[in-house]
Nanobody, 128 residues
Framework: VQLVESGGSAVQDGDSLRLSCAAS????????TAWFRQAPEKEREFLAA????????HYADSVKGRFSISRDDDKDMTALQMNLLKVDDTAVYYCAEDDIGRTRFSGSYAVDWAYDVWGQGTQVTVSS
């Protein structure tokens, strides 16, 4: 499977943005799809995850209430709705899939090593 992110843009503080992650070449279902981000000179940061089996969602405390992850199984796409964007949200945003169940093994959705397929990223820049 390949993942391609889109929707990144330059926006103003307080704006909203919707990112999309499109999957192609799928031959098996994923366990979990997640969004991460990485700002310059910072560690990659978990944002949100959605379980394919039941649609349960999980969020980092830093974005809970502002970001929302959703999945469209018919289109094989995962979206990240981001509201009330802040300058600190500036980063490259990545979607990732756990296709072999490592998130279950790790006991956490926030560890990047649990995800084995990654997109190329999309840039989000928030200015004041």
């Amino acid at each position: 499977v390949q993942l391609v992110e889109s929707g990144g843009s330059a926006v103003q503080d307080g704006d909203s943005l919707r990112l999309s992650c499109a999957a192609s070449g799928r031959t098996y279902n994923s366990y979990v799809t997640a969004w991460f981000r990485q700002a310059p000179e910072k560690e990659r940061e978990f944002l949100a995850a959605v379980e394919r089996s039941n649609g349960n969602t999980h969020y980092a405390d830093s974005v809970k209430g502002r970001f929302s992850i959703s999945r469209d199984d018919d289109k094989d796409m995962t979206a990240l709705q981001m509201n009330l964007l802040k300058v600190d949200d500036t980063a490259v945003y990545y979607c990732a899939e756990d296709d072999i169940g490592r998130t279950r093994f790790s006991g956490s959705y926030a560890v990047d090593w649990a995800y084995d397929v990654w997109g190329q990223g999309t840039q989000v820049t928030v200015s004041s």
